[in-house]
């Protein structure tokens, strides 16, 4: 079957942080995670807009807490697109979120094999960066062999890098993962996290509560793993830390003047709450 | 060789000592984090541990020939060596178990039980107001269990065993009998600490090697022990006052209007203080009034209280049964700076530093104890490369040794340390930070000098910058300035300072350099380092 625009829908959690991506793009639909404060629960970027919720956050006397959608968010979301032949369902890592899980019983529940569910084995713009990819295959006209090629590809000719203010939110929220080697870091020290194998993992330390030491760091770590080659994409995520987009944003032009900076998106509730206020990262896929 | 020499009074002594030592090195962490009675200073562990750690040195230095002689240096070193408010109380209780073991004749289980009894006895006679789930109750229910008349025909080793398994139970005891503990879900670091020292010397009579940490951390600290409240008082003041003819009691209470956590221990000749208070100059003033003052320690027990937070908060479930990949041994001088190297991950730490060089025995026992498939060691001292490296050649696993020359620059190194890479990875990362970091110090003249063109007076400072003399005068602030401008050229942007045991003012400075920086960022630290009233890294 030859897969196209018309034909095929990508469908993302709200963990993708691409809450327009409908508005953009027809076949492409968000299905929101949850996110409570107490016994208030608000759907992802759907009732609880980022900004909204950082300013939440700091008032908040009890930190939030998420929740993955239902099988039938899903189920729904689905069945509202049965004009379309193929759905290629993409993920936050399954490792960190049981929204995988959710989507896999709402696919078998609907039968057939229209729905195509990947693991990103990410995050964020880990996830919508695929979905674009995916689109570019599409407008062409593709198959369902490239985009599996792709998705893996994507596994693996890709980088995460991100840094935290604190670990504070991913080890309460439990998505710390490897970063617990990290215990006691203090202040004045920055971690330099990835995503590895679908989990939180450091990568090193750099001195300093700013974030110079962390972009020289993400510099040089962006530099050594891409080439001076084009078809070099890269998406910008952040949680209330825009001075330091705009600083990221030239040092990657910098380093390649290349890239196509194809997303810069806000870090939505539900990945806030693990991330935490200040984080800032990065993904990069080239092609 | 011949047959084995007769094990002298001195070498059993040590052997046991050791043992206590070993097994409250490994849970000097654990112990730490459990702490929040009588304040959640959270050094509980660490004071045992260096307690314990000056007793095995005066006994490794002893050359005392029978055992009354090594029982009254044991006491002496316990007095002298005693940390905090657990390491007093320590003793203490090796103070009344000392009197019973000095004695001429066998150790056998009755001796052994009366040791206990006197311990207990003199654990309470040293606080005024006992408090039950504390050590000392811990000291009683061993007391108590040596007593117990089945026991009268065992061996020292099965008597230990059984105190061991008694003392586990009056450990788990503890929260039931201390609300602060209840409602912070944890038992009580100093009974903790005890317990510790018993097995040790459980193991080391067995003559098995000192039992590892806890895999699954029993009485790990749980999130509640965060909140426990500071300590109304801000600094933890230990010293030692000698004169003649000591009124303890007298001191005593002129030192309880001061503060709260008073321990007053001691003998006529000479008495360890210790007191949470404000106004520490004011209770070392009572003690000049009297005598000689020795071995002051003042510490500021909110940083170690916010520290401590940190690690809880940032390190809930530590895996301590964990082989590493890669370990850290760092040789560190000062208690602050030792903290920072351990926040940071250092495996272990040993004090050590300009004029007390550890040995490279020291290093290696360090190395061999790293629970981690390669080490790497950090010196901090250019006097101390060298013996790493003897170590490093020694030890029975991959060592290597990163050549930092001073604490700052192995601060910068060990920043970059992470446990789940490789040495090698390690390596690299440390060395480059070594390569990037700038270093300086502040320090005192010990002579008349022309030091690289700058006349240097004894007794005046003397301000470094990359081991070159920069700026010499009396006026401190302008000696710590010069440095600190000299490193902050070349567009640094992170300035770490760690301060020295004697605390220097740094306001002054801090304002200026707001003014002059304003786009550096400043890491303050009580680094507690002797000599050197500052340490300077400039990143």
């Not at chain 2, 230990?238 to 956590?261: I, N």
Request: aromatic share 4%.
């Amino acid at each position: 079957m030859r897969l196209t625009n018309e034909n095929t829908a990508v469908v993302m959690d709200s963990t993708a942080d691409f809450p327009d991506a409908q508005e953009r793009f027809p076949n492409l639909r968000v299905v929101p995670l949850y996110v409570s404060f107490g016994a208030e629960t608000f759907r992802d970027y759907v009732e609880l807009d980022p900004h909204t919720f950082y300013a939440r956050l700091r008032s908040a006397s009890a930190t939030p807490t998420t929740s993955q959608p239902t099988p039938q968010d899903f189920l729904a979301t689905y069945e509202e697109l049965a004009g379309y032949e193929r759905i290629y369902s993409l993920h936050i890592s399954s490792r960190l979120s049981g929204t995988c899980g959710s989507a896999s019983l709402a696919a078998q529940e609907l039968g057939g094999d229209a729905v195509r569910l990947l693991d990103t084995e990410s995050v964020s713009v880990g996830i919508s960066m695929l979905a674009l990819g995916i689109r570019r295959l599409l407008e062409r006209g593709t198959s369902d062999a490239e985009i599996e090629a792709l998705a893996a590809s994507h596994r693996q000719r890709s980088g995460l890098l991100f840094t935290v203010d604190t670990l504070e939110f991913l080890a309460r929220g439990g998505r710390i993962g490897r970063a617990r080697a990290l215990a006691g870091s203090l202040l004045h020290v920055k971690p330099i996290l990835t995503i590895a194998d679908g989990e939180v993992v450091p990568l090193t330390r750099v001195r300093g509560r700013g974030r110079e030491k962390a972009l020289q760091e993400f510099r040089r770590r962006f530099e050594a793993a891409t080439t001076a080659a084009d078809g070099l994409h890269v998406g910008i995520a952040h949680a209330e830390a825009d001075d330091a987009v705009a600083q990221l944003r030239a040092l990657v032009l910098d380093a390649r003047p290349q890239t196509e900076i194809e997303l810069v998106t806000s870090l939505g509730a539900v990945v806030g709450t693990h991330a935490g206020p200040g984080t800032i990262g990065f993904f990069w896929f080239q092609d | 060789m011949g047959s084995p020499m007769p094990v002298t009074e001195l070498a059993r002594a040590r052997e046991l000592a050791r043992g206590s030592l070993a097994t409250l090195e490994a849970n000097r962490r654990r112990i730490d984090d459990l702490n929040v009675y009588p304040v959640p200073d959270g050094d509980t562990g660490t004071n045992l541990t260096l307690t314990a750690r000056a007793i095995v040195e005066s006994l490794e230095a002893s050359t005392a020939a029978d055992r009354a002689a090594v029982a009254k240096e044991l006491t002496r070193a316990a007095l002298m060596g005693a940390r905090g408010n657990s390491g007093v109380i320590f003793s203490q209780i090796l103070r009344g178990a000392g009197e019973v073991l000095g004695e001429p004749g066998a150790i056998d289980a009755t001796r052994i039980r009366r040791a206990f009894r006197g311990a207990s006895d003199a654990a309470y006679r040293a606080v005024r107001r006992p408090v039950e789930g504390t050590m000392l109750s811990v000291i009683r229910e061993l007391a108590e269990e040596a007593e117990n008349p089945r026991h009268a025909a065992l061996s020292p080793l099965e008597l230990f065993r059984a105190l061991v398994g008694r003392g586990e139970i009056a450990l788990a005891r503890t929260p039931e009998q201390l609300a602060v503990l209840r409602e912070a879900g944890v038992v009580d670091a100093g009974g903790a600490g005890l317990l510790e020292i018993v097995r040790g010397i459980s193991a080391a009579l067995a003559g098995e090697r000192p039992p590892d940490a806890p895999a699954e951390a029993a009485h790990e600290a749980g999130i509640d022990a965060i909140h426990q409240e500071l300590s109304p008082f801000r600094y933890c003041t230990v010293f030692v006052v000698e004169g003649d003819e000591l009124d303890a009691e007298a001191l005593e209470e002129q030192l309880e209007r001061l503060g709260d956590s008073l321990l007053v221990v001691g003998d006529s000749s000479a008495l360890k203080i210790h007191v949470h208070t404000d106004e520490p100059g004011a209770a070392l003033a009572l003690a000049t009034a009297l005598g000689t003052i020795e071995g002051v320690e003042i510490a500021n027990m909110h940083t170690q209280t916010e520290q401590r937070s940190e690690r809880l908060l940032e390190a809930r479930a530590p895996d301590l049964g964990l082989i590493l990949e890669t370990g850290v041994v760092a040789i560190v001088p000062g208690a602050g700076n030792r903290r920072l190297f351990e926040s940071y991950g250092a495996t272990r730490v040993i004090e050590g530093g300009q004029t007390m060089n550890p040995s490279t025995e020291d290093i290696l026992g360090a190395i061999e104890a790293t629970p981690a498939t390669e080490v790497l060691v950090l010196p901090n001292n250019s006097n101390v490369i060298l013996s790493a490296e003897q170590a490093a050649k020694l030890a029975t696993k991959p060592v290597r040794v990163i050549p930092s020359r001073s604490v700052q620059a192995g601060l910068a190194a060990i920043v970059r340390y992470l446990p789940s890479l490789s040495a090698a990875e390690n390596e690299a990362a440390m060395a480059e930070a070594l390569a990037q970091v700038a270093t300086g110090e502040v320090t005192i003249a010990s002579r008349d000098v022309e030091l690289d063109g700058v006349a240097v007076r004894k007794g005046s400072y003397l301000g470094l910058a990359d081991g070159e003399a920069v700026a010499s005068s009396p006026d401190f602030d302008e000696v710590a300035f010069a440095v600190v401008e000299r490193l902050l050229g070349n567009g640094r942007e992170v300035l770490t300072i760690l301060t020295g045991a004697d605390e220097p003012e740094l306001a002054r400075i801090l304002d200026r350099l707001e003014q002059s920086h304003p786009q550096v960022e400043l890491d303050v630290q009580p680094g507690g380092q002797p000599h050197y009233p500052l340490l300077l890294a400039a990143e």
